[in-house]
């Protein structure tokens, strides 16, 4: 077995989250700030010392004291533990930032901060390499600094750092993009990587661990932590850390479909969903039954979920004689129920949805 | 359905007694009673009767007390398909004793009371709501014809009515609940009739909007950091620059080699100046040994003056010794001269005071001499006026007074002899009248008896009493007696002459006293003091000087005399000056003496002073040889010395420019401390934190904003679709009514076109193409389409099944002959069908109706 240690980035810490409710949202923050006892935890039970956290610990430059002190001070805790945090894009190591104002609190000792790319040793012959981000917007592949750091003959070299990929870019400047062959380049046994939020391989010896405990609607395999041993650098042990999941949805309708059915596993009706939020895209036609039967449906699931967002200007009801006969007979009601059915106007769809519902009820 | 009688007891009008009709007639019927009888009383009966529940305490029933006290109670028999009913309502103001009844007529047998007889009429009546119904929509009350169109329970019966006629409104009771929900729902987010936005919308908005500011604000916050961020960098940098430790050593070491330099010189400026200090010295011992040479110098010359000066000091001491001596001599010949002078001056002084003196006295013994003659005069003086005083003691004598006495005597005489026979003795002779001869031709008065003598013969003559002339010359001559006794006169002319003595007396005194005032103005007592004072003074020398004689001797020895002292004086001027000049002559010669002695004690022999001479001079030569060695000395020092001062200005400008940089690094540190203490203040509220909250809350509030928007317009579209599909159905549902009213109204208006609208207010009559509003239309208009659309109804109704009775109170008080005679037919069209009942005040209007007329009677007693 060789060298082990817990691979994590994107802690995000101090994530305001403030599009939720009070009651989420505290719940939210709470859940990040306990992403340092669930990683100790799991370091424990991996038998590792050190926690290697590859940029974007905190949310902002500037974060408030209040951010600052209390993941510190969780980290303190885990004394026997050693915490090696490296700036990223979010939190850069700016003059006067917020990792000049963690010097001047004072870090405990199984604190590290990497703000400097140069190796520190994490115990003899093993060396970590970090690329941390100077300021915002360097401009430059900083990963490159890896290749000229030097480090004893045969020592074990670790590379850390935070960018995209040629595969996962989004809107990185390509400038800015970690070399795919940096492993090889740098004579590393393993690349860390953070930025993008899911793990990810990245190339050999190359992983992006993801955030531990997921932020966005994204379905990317968020929430893990890595336990890598350097003896298999190429299969990092991937670890569940999550407390909430994160549920990115679509579903297209044509009529005739069961919209209940059709969100079924979105929706497990044997599962607790307190601690999911989902963000649900739905699109196509729905006859006007289906679609009185779809937000009844959704408002059901609406009381089991932390939270869901649904997007629905994609949807649009379709009327039939059926429906209409069903629900409205021939009467003046249903002379509206045509019109709006028939009217090009954007509310007409969800007027239709209004009437349906109140001449139900 | 139709009524065929109305009991009332207790209520409003009628009291105990009550009222009942019990005639009524299918057709037209006709109550016409007078103002005040209670026709509106019972129009409300009729309606209380079939509509109020008698449990409600409500201000309808409450309307229908009687003044007087009392519980209402109303019955009314009706008939319908159904059969014959009697319905029983008993108002008790209160849940307890109130009741409804439905009776089975003829048998009165109870069929339903209360909720379930109150449910039974409804149902009877066939209304919507258990208040109102068909009836409560054709009854028209007194006045409610002038109120445009029909109240909103109304309008709900009319629409229940309209809406049977038309299959296509099977749903009209959901449109309703639609129509609601959707209010409902509409007006969560905005107010209906402004659009406004209310509610969650108004709530969003203004989230959004205050979100904005939030965010603004932050983000004007963040800006602030940022700026100040970069500062501090700044300032870091500067701080950093500054206190780099191989430039601050290369300082360091420059300062320290400057201060080197600058000792070494210091070192020389030192040397300088203590041989400055020498030189000083030298010089000041050079000047000592010339002051000391010059002053043996002087001291010679001294020396040398005073010893030619001490034999002229003698002479001149014996010459002004000389002149002394003279003046002395003058000085005791002057004062000797003088002496002489003051004798004889003084001699002659003293007599002409004892001349004085004596003259005095011999003043006073004249002023003696004149005061005793003065008194003897004021003596005599005082006794001549005592005299006279005597004299004036006796009254004055009024010579007036006795001047008419001694008239009044002489008038009374003549008067008398004016009567007396007179005797005359005209030749012959002699003859005696009373022993008096007689003188021829000279008369005689007779008077009395008169014994007349001639020759011896003897005649007497009584001359009889004339007594008044008489006694008025005694009196006159009493008085005169008298007033002569009382001034101690013998006569007339002896009181002229005492009382022209008495005037002089008067005068003379008055004399006399002014002369005493004259001599003796004091007295007589002042002039004897002072003759007493005089008598007892010195009797004068008769011997003496005149003091004109005197005076000449005096005042030549005055002059002599005065001469005499100013030669003295001067005398003694000239002795004082000569005895000063000896005094000083006599002192410069003794000073002169002391100071040669002095100086030839100092300065010693001949052959002592020339060595005294000869060494004050080789100290000055010494003197100038030391001094000139120090001053080449000093020269050669000072050529270091400026090359000195240079290494000092170096030092110093190093110094300064330390000095400068310790002050910049100092200030630059504190504000670097106070810029990064406030940005830390800043970041530790977490502002950039803050920020992204409030994008992230904005972001949010927007959506939700847009999604209630959305929401609005989708309820605001059903809102307008159903509004539009209700008004297209209203116009088809309201056509039956219309084509009942159209052809009336064109009767009884001549109107060609009528609408109304949703609230059935007539909205236009269009006549000869004039369009009228309901605002533009008469009363009596408004009243004839409130009839004509309750026609149109009743008519509507009864084709629908049972008709219902049409009650009007007081209907067309407003209307011409002509409408009224239309009226009369259309009413009697609908009377073929339906039971109509007319209340009314003008018995007469309604002649020509051919109404069935309805009696009253009291309340049947059974």
Known sequence: MGFRFLHTADWQLGRPFARFDAELRGQLKDARLSIIETLAALAREEGVTHVLVAGDVWDQMAPSDQSLRRPLDRMRAASDLQFWLMPGNHDPAGAEGLWQRLQEMGVPENVHLLLEARPHQLEEGVFVLPAPWPTKRPGRDLSADLDRMETPEGALRIGLAHAGTEDIKENAESAMLIAPDRADRAGLRYLALGDWHGMKRAGERTFYSGTPEPDRFRNNNQGYALIVDTDQPDAPQRHATAQFRWRMAEAAFLPGDDPVQKLADIFPADAALDRTLVRLEISGVLSLSESGALTRFLEEQRARVAYLRLKDQGLSVETDARDLDELLGDGLLRNVAERLAASPESEASLALRYLDSFARS | ?862
């Open chain 2, 1 to 862: 359905m139709k009524i065929e009688a109305l009991r009332v007891r207790n209520l409003r009008k009628f009291g105990a007694k009550g009222l009942a009709i019990e005639n009524f007639a299918p057709g037209i019927n006709l109550l016409a009673r007078p103002n005040e009888f209670g026709k509106s009383a019972l129009f409300d009966a009729l309606r209380a009767g079939l509509f109020f529940k008698p449990t409600a305490n409500n201000r309808e029933t409450r309307a229908l007390k009687p003044e007087a006290g009392g519980d209402p109670l109303v019955e009314i028999d009706l008939s319908s398909q159904q059969g014959s009913f009697r319905v029983r309502k008993h108002f008790m103001g209160s849940r307890k004793g109130s009741g409804t009844q439905l009776l089975e007529r003829p048998t009165l047998r109870e069929l339903a009371r209360e909720d379930a007889a109150i449910a039974k009429i409804a149902e009877m009546l066939g209304a919507a709501s258990p208040t109102e119904g068909t009836p409560g929509l054709l009854w028209l009350a007194q006045g409610e014809g002038f109120a445009p169109g029909l109240s909103g329970e109304q309008r709900k019966t009319a629409d229940g009515l309209l809406s049977s006629e038309v299959t296509e409104a099977a749903m009209g009771g959901d449109v309703g609940r639609v129509r609601s929900r959707t209010e409902a729902e509409l007006q969560k987010l905005e107010t209906l009739k402004t659009g406004k936005a209310t509610g969650e919308m108004a709530t969003a908005l203004k989230t959004v909007s205050t979100l904005e500011s939030d965010v603004a604000e932050l983000e004007q916050k963040v800006r602030l950091s940022s700026d100040l961020r970069s500062e501090v960098e700044g300032l870091s940098k500067r701080e950093a620059r500054l206190s780099e430790p191989k430039e601050t050593e290369r300082r360091r070491e420059e300062l320290r080699e400057a201060r080197l330099a600058a000792k070494e010189a210091e070192l020389d400026l030192q040397k300088a100046s203590h041989t400055r200090e020498q030189l000083a010295a030298a010089e000041a011992a050079l000047q000592t040994a010339r002051d000391k040479q010059t002053e043996l110098q002087a001291s010679l010359k001294e020396l040398e003056s005073k010893e030619k000066a001490r034999g002229m000091a003698a002479a001149a001491l014996t010459a002004v010794q000389d002149d002394l001596g003279h003046t002395e001599a003058a000085l005791k010949a002057a004062s000797e001269k003088r002496e002489g002078e003051q004798a004889r001056h003084d001699t002659l002084s003293r007599e002409f005071a004892e001349a004085r003196r004596n003259e005095a006295l011999e003043r006073e013994q004249a002023e003696a001499e004149r005061l005793r003659e003065t008194k003897e005069r004021v003596d005599t003086v005082m006794k001549d006026a005592q005299r006279l005083r005597e004299v004036l003691k006796a009254p004055a004598i009024d010579l007036a007074q006795l001047a008419k006495l001694e008239t009044a005597v002489l008038r009374a005489k003549a008067a008398e002899e004016a009567e007396a026979p007179v005797l005359t003795l005209e030749e012959g002779g002699p003859a005696t009248l009373n022993g008096e001869d007689l003188r021829a031709g000279e008369g005689q008065t007779l008077s009395g008896s008169a014994a007349i003598e001639i020759g011896g013969t003897r005649l007497t003559v009584d001359v009889p009493d004339r007594g008044n002339l008489a006694r008025s010359r005694a009196t006159a001559e009493g008085e005169l007696a008298a007033f002569l006794s009382a001034a101690g006169a013998k006569n007339a002319e002896d009181a002229a002459e005492i009382e022209r003595s008495r005037k002089a007396a008067e005068a003379d005194l008055k004399r006399l006293d002014a002369e005493r005032k004259r001599l003796a103005p004091d007295g007589l007592g002042a002039i004897e003091a002072r003759l007493e004072t005089l008598a007892a003074a010195e009797q004068p020398a008769g011997d003496l000087r005149r003091l004109e004689d005197i005076e000449p001797l005096l005042d030549e020895a005055k002059t002599a005399l005065d001469a005499a002292s100013a030669d003295e004086r001067r005398a003694q001027a000239f002795h004082k000056a000569a005895s000063d000049k000896a005094l000083e002559a006599k002192f410069a010669a003794a000073t002169n003496e002391k100071d040669c002695e002095r100086l030839l004690s100092q300065l010693g022999d001949e052959a002592a002073r020339a060595g005294k001479l000869a060494a004050a001079e080789d100290a000055v030569l010494a003197g100038e040889r030391a001094r000139g060695a120090r001053a080449s000395e000093l020269e050669a020092l000072e050529k270091n010395v400026a090359a000195g001062q240079a290494a000092t200005t170096r030092l110093k400008r190093l110094e300064e420019v330390e000095r400068k940089l310790g002050q910049e690094l100092s200030s630059l540190r504190e504000n670097l401390a106070q810029k990064r203490g406030q940005l830390r203040a800043l970041d530790a509220d977490g502002a950039e934190e803050q920020l992204a909250a409030a994008v992230e809350l904005l972001e949010a509030a927007s959506q939700r904003a847009e999604q209630l928007e959305e929401r609005r317009k989708a309820l605001r579209m059903l809102l307008t679709l159903i509004d539009d599909e209700e008004a297209q159905r209203r116009d088809r549902v309201v056509e039956p009514v219309m084509a009942t009213i159209r052809p009336m109204a064109a009767r009884l208006l001549g109107a060609e076109a009528l609408r109304f609208d949703s609230e059935w207010r007539p909205e236009a009559v269009d006549r000869q193409g004039l369009a009228l509003g309901d605002a533009q239309l008469s009363g009596g208009t408004r009243e004839q389409l409130a009839l004509l659309t309750r026609i149109g109804f009743a008519k509507l109704a009864a084709s629908q099944g049972e008709p219902m009775p049409l009650i009007l109170d007081d209907p067309l008080s407003y209307a011409d002959d002509d409408r009224i005679k239309v009226s009369f037919d259309l009413l009697h069209e609908l009377a073929q069908e339906t039971q109509i009942i007319i209340f009314s005040c003008h018995e007469q209007v309604f002649d020509e109706l051919g109404a069935h007329r309805l009696e009253t009677e009291a309340f049947p007693e059974n």
